[in-house]
Structure formats: structure tokens, C-alpha cells
């Protein structure tokens, strides 16, 4: 099986965010080089959020959003590449989105799943959640969570 002698597919959760980014940096030091990748990123429909599915104009509401997601996973497959992966964008529309994730990584047969953590801690976890946790609970696969690195001007 391609998966365990480290040249299967890599499946990253990309949402454009910086720690996605350093996701997608640290992979290409951790994982084998020329890979095969594809980059995910989800949307949720706009029925999936409270009262935003009644608005009036939903439709062109929905459509720019799936256009941003295209945008944003060609972003995040033109980063891939450049840092030596053989990287396509995938946009998926799911809810809620760890169970996307997971979904398309077991479709896929992706070997692991790469994708930052925004560190949400206390009340944010609470309220929020986190896609990384939920995605690295519910996987059968090897989940790589990456923190950005510390703002460098902080200290």
C-alpha cells in the first residue's frame, strides 16, 4: 500500500488562514517530497447557519461563497506546489465541516490529513469547537495538526 511506505496522498485542510499556510509549510519538512496532495477547503451551505438561509438574495450569497472557496483552494494548491508537492484544489460544501473533511480524506484514501489549529482555548473552544480536534477524533488516518509559529513582533 502506497500509505505506509510514506508516498500516499495528503489531504489538506486549507481554509487560507496563516495557520493553514504554516500547515502546509511544515508538511513539505515532515513528509516525503513530490507527494501527491490534494487541498480542501469547505463550505458550509448557508442553511446550515441560523436564519442565514431565509435572507433574501441566499442564492448569490451561496455562489459567492463557493466561488471564494474555489479562490481559496487554489490559493492554497499554488502553496503546496510550491513547496513541492503535486497539489489540486478540491472545494467540498458540507456541515458540519470536520465530517467534510473526514469524509473526503476516506473518499480520497488519503494517507494523512495536514491542517493548522487556530488554538482556541477556554470559552472560544467552548462556543466554536475546533474543525482539528473533531477531524483528529473521528479519523481512522493520521492527523498532522500544526500551530502557526508565535507572532515574531510579539515578546
Do not use: C
Not at 504554516?22 to 513530490?34: N, T, V, W
Not at 446550515?48 to 463557493?66: C, H, N
Not at 466561488?67 to 502553496?79: M, N, P, Q, W
Request: net charge negative; proline share 5%; hydrophobic share 45%.
Amino acid at each position: 500500500m502506497a500509505h505506509r511506505n510514506g508516498a500516499g496522498l495528503v489531504l489538506f485542510a486549507y481554509d487560507g488562514s496563516e495557520q493553514a499556510k504554516a500547515a502546509i509549510r511544515e508538511a513539505a519538512h515532515q513528509l516525503s517530497p513530490g507527494r501527491g496532495a490534494i487541498v480542501l477547503s469547505v463550505w458550509q451551505p448557508l442553511a446550515a447557519l441560523p436564519f442565514a438561509g431565509m435572507a433574501d438574495g441566499a442564492q448569490g450569497i451561496e455562489d459567492s461563497i463557493a466561488t471564494e472557496a474555489r479562490s481559496v483552494a487554489d490559493e492554497g494548491a499554488r502553496l503546496a506546489r510550491s513547496v513541492g508537492f503535486q497539489a489540486t484544489p478540491l472545494t467540498e460544501q458540507g456541515s458540519p465541516i470536520w465530517r467534510s473533511i473526514v469524509t473526503t480524506a476516506d473518499d480520497r484514501a488519503a494517507s494523512i490529513v495536514v491542517m493548522g489549529s487556530h488554538g482556541r482555548t477556554g470559552l472560544g473552544l467552548v462556543l466554536m469547537g475546533s474543525v482539528a480536534s473533531a477531524v483528529a477524533r473521528h479519523s481512522d488516518r493520521p492527523v498532522l495538526i500544526v500551530h502557526a509559529p508565535p507572532d515574531e513582533s510579539a515578546g
